[in-house]
Structures are given as structure tokens and as C-alpha cells.
């Protein structure tokens, strides 16, 4: 007969005992389950995070390129005489304006910092892949300058598409082959950078009678 001292001694050894290899194995298993689920869910917190941040700066970028291609625009006075309008180098003492397929030109205030700036004749083209801005001061004779010569300014990158229609006044349909004797009313712009299409900006050009 198994003595009280005895039978406590076996109860104590058997709650010593380490685990068996089968409860190691599906620890292992179950903390390898538990790594894997944290680690994928942090790499697709990372991917959403640079995507939140790739998607914040390119609308950054739409807003400032349109912003500021607006407030220029919108900040030259056109006279709607023909002998006040300037196309591809004719006269233009006061104003300048000059419209291609793929570039638009013009005389502008614009202010690049609070200490600098001033009256511009400023181009927005595309060169290559990229939308450029140029600025020059003013050309004496009244023609065009030698943008090449131009201070210079990348406004957009990864540049797919720039397409450039006016409208003459508010009631007629969008051009896009320039007219040397129209001073357009609206002017559209439509871009194309990355693979994406931005939304179209439309400026208005003011024209004194």
C-alpha cells in the first residue's frame, strides 16, 4: 500500500516535468503563425503609407504648378487690339502674347520671393519630358526672345502630354491651332505626368477694350 509521503513525492515530479516536444512544436508553430500576421500587417502599413504620401505630393503639385500658373496668367492685361498683340515676334510695345500647340507665352508681373521680381515676359512649354517654365526681361524692339537664353524652371517632371486650346469668347467651342489674330478669352491647359492625367486648368486672360 502507497504511503501519503509517496504519493506526494510522484505528484511533485510529474509537475516538474518540461514540455513534451509536441507542445514545443506547436508553441513554435503558433508564435512563427503570430510573427508572420505582424510582420506582413507592417509592410502593408509601410505600402499605404508611401502611397498616402506619393498620392499627398502629386496633388501638392497640381495645386502649386496651378496656383501659380493662374495668378500669372490672370495677372497679364491684354489689349484686344491687333497692333497691341504680339504673335510669334509681331510688335507688341505694352503687351506680348504668343500661343503655340505646345507652348504658351506672355508678359507678366511676377514675383519670385519678397525681395525679387518684376515685369517678365514668361513662357510655360514642354521641353522633352518636362513642362518648363522660362522667364526673360522684357525684349526692347517689341519680338520674341531667345527663350534658350531664358532663366529656367522644371515645373512638372515624368511629362506625358501637354495640350494647350482657347477660346476666343465665352459662347465659342475650344481650339487648338493658334489663330495669330485672336486674343483668346480662356485659355486650357491639359497635362498629362506619370501616367495620370491632371484636371484640366482653365485661365482666363483679361483684356482691356
Given at each position: ?190 497635362i498629362k505626368a506619370a501616367g495620370r492625367y ?12
Open positions: 500500500m502507497r504511503t501519503p509521503e509517496r504519493q506526494d513525492v510522484s505528484v511533485s515530479n510529474r509537475s516538474l516535468s518540461g514540455f513534451t516536444l509536441v507542445e514545443v512544436v506547436v508553441a513554435l508553430a503558433i508564435f512563427s503563425l503570430v510573427m508572420l500576421a505582424t510582420v506582413t500587417g507592417l509592410r502593408t502599413l509601410a505600402s499605404t503609407q508611401v502611397a498616402i504620401e506619393r498620392q499627398t505630393g502629386r496633388v501638392d503639385e497640381i495645386r502649386s504648378v496651378s496656383n501659380f500658373l493662374r495668378e500669372a496668367l490672370e495677372s497679364a492685361i491684354l489689349s484686344s487690339k491687333r497692333s497691341r498683340l504680339s504673335l510669334g515676334g509681331r510688335g507688341g510695345d505694352a503687351t506680348y502674347f504668343e500661343l503655340t500647340r505646345d507652348s504658351i507665352a506672355w508678359k507678366s508681373t511676377i514675383l519670385f520671393g519678397e525681395l525679387y521680381g518684376g515685369a517678365y515676359l514668361v513662357r510655360v512649354a514642354r521641353e522633352n519630358d518636362q513642362l518648363v517654365l522660362r522667364w526673360t526681361d522684357p525684349v526692347v524692339s517689341g519680338g520674341s526672345p531667345d527663350w534658350r537664353k531664358a532663366s529656367s524652371r522644371v515645373l512638372v517632371e515624368e511629362l506625358d502630354e501637354f495640350r494647350i486650346a482657347y477660346r476666343p469668347d465665352f459662347n465659342t467651342p475650344w481650339a487648338e491651332d493658334p489663330d495669330r489674330n485672336v486674343i483668346p478669352q480662356l485659355v486650357r491647359l491639359q491632371w484636371p484640366d486648368l482653365i485661365l482666363k486672360v483679361h483684356r482691356t477694350r
